[in-house]
């Protein structure tokens, strides 16, 4: 069931389709636009920022090693 706001519904599509054409394809060679708010924006952050050739920095395979290593810096826990 959607959750609906006055007249706006939302919606989060996740397409199985997308085939990878080259063993160096990113996500971002698929999409126009990633984005996303805290975490997610972070991850978008990660599948969009160019490296030194303008291709993405980061693979998605990386970014759960990447959240392993860092998140303890980013998302500090109060004791």
Not at 51 to 77: E, M
Request: net charge positive.
């Amino acid at each position: 069931m959607a959750l609906r706001r006055g007249n706006m519904v939302t919606v989060l599509s996740i397409d199985g389709g997308i085939g990878w054409t080259r063993p160096d394809a990113r996500i971002a060679d698929y999409f126009d636009i990633i984005a996303g708010a805290s975490t997610g924006g972070l991850v978008s952050t990660m599948l969009a920022t160019p490296n030194k050739d303008n291709r993405p920095l980061y693979a998605a395979r990386d970014i759960n090693n990447f959240y392993l290593k860092q998140s303890p810096s980013i998302f500090p826990q109060n004791a």
